[in-house]
Nanobody, 119 residues
């Protein structure tokens, strides 16, 4: 069993930076970040292995977003730099076996945190 709680979302302006946090309980697991806008399926953002040794990113986001983790704090982070209006979405973190970009490969999910980017 893994429980996850996202935080750090809010209303920001284009060009700002924002750091989302995903606090997890239970066993340390691989974690992925996904985002969803109304009428669209969950979009892969980034993922990190349980040890933090390996990270992957959506091609369009690599260079702006950084995923990291601090297992001592039981937290995975998503650093979002130079945010754009297109980044507006509900951001979710999930945990499970190595699923990488596949949303349905993750077994546990948080409630999500809303990120809204204005011009």
């Amino acid at each position: 069993q893994v429980q996850l709680v996202e935080s750090g979302g809010g209303l920001v302006q284009a060009g700002d930076s924002l750091r989302l946090a995903c606090e997890f309980s239970g066993r340390t697991s691989n974690v992925g970040w996904f985002r969803q806008t109304p009428g669209k399926e969950h979009e892969f953002v980034a993922a990190i292995t349980e040890s933090g040794e390996t990270t992957i990113y959506a091609e369009s986001l690599k260079g702006r977003f950084t995923i990291s983790r601090d297992n001592a704090k039981r937290t995975v982070y998503l650093q979002m730099n130079s945010v754009k209006p297109d980044d507006t979405a509900v951001y979710y973190c999930g945990a499970g076996p190595l699923a990488w970009r596949a949303y349905d490969g993750y077994h546990y999910w948080g409630q999500g945190t809303q990120v809204t980017v204005s011009l």
